[in-house]
């Protein structure tokens, strides 16, 4: 059985693709940008001397490692609800998309800070350097180049991941492509246009975070070649 494709009445529906790659867009870069800072913090929790401290980060890195992220956005959308919290579906989506982030972003970031020598470390505190000083120049910064290919497939990999919040209403571009498809009866049509999009987006995120990379890695190499 033959089947003929229409792209005519899916393509007419773009503005709806737009505002849900837009909204995509809105989850995804701050997701990004939280989850990175508080997965920074647990891999420094992760490292520190406290015990407690690094036995709660550990916990919590390896309980949202361990469960599925859509188990997640429900604790968080039903969960709060059930107790009293309404949360928006905006709101309560990018809370889940940030907890997960942040415990795969500790990993990757505890691997880099691993890899500082520590002999690097022991030159910094021989210069009279302060603990943050050498937080901050010798240890997060270095970690931070070190792993920032993998940091970067981590980001592309939760804005592919937004499509999950579309269980709980959030109008992304999964959920536009599902309400097009019941508008236009072309499914097939309707889910390859999502796909392109889905692969335009992380092409254009893997572009705008290599120029981030050069900007500020190669910037700092050249800064301390001319020193």
């Known amino acids: 059985m033959g089947y003929e494709f229409d792209f005519a009445a899916v393509l007419a529906a773009w503005p709806q693709f737009l505002a849900g ?85 500790s990993e990757i970031m505890r691997a880099g800070m691993d890899a500082i020598h520590k002999g690097q470390i022991e030159a910094a505190e021989c210069l009279g350097l302060t603990r943050r000083q050498i937080y901050w120049h010798v240890v997060l910064r270095p970690a931070m180049e070190k792993v920032y290919p993998a940091l970067t497939s981590q980001f592309v990999l939760l804005m592919l991941a937004t499509s999950i919040t579309s269980q709980i209403s959030v109008e992304e571009l999964t959920a536009a492509a599902a309400r097009v498809q019941s508008e236009t009866f072309r499914p097939f049509e309707a889910y390859i246009l999502v796909a392109v999009a889905y692969l335009l987006l992380s092409l254009l995120m893997r572009a705008g975070l290599w120029l981030f990379g050069q900007a500020v890695f190669t910037r700092k190499r050249k800064l301390g070649s001319a020193r």
């Open 21 to 105: 790659a837009w909204l995509t867009v809105q989850l995804s870069l701050p997701a990004t940008v939280v989850g990175f800072v508080l997965g920074t913090l647990l891999a420094i929790g992760r490292r520190g001397q406290r015990a407690w401290l690094r036995s709660a980060c550990g916990a919590y890195v390896e309980v949202i490692r361990n469960t599925p992220l859509l188990v997640q956005v429900f604790l968080v959308f039903f969960g709060l609800a059930s107790l009293g919290w309404k949360v928006p579906a905006f709101a309560a989506a990018l809370a889940a998309l940030v907890i997960n982030v942040a415990a795969y972003s």
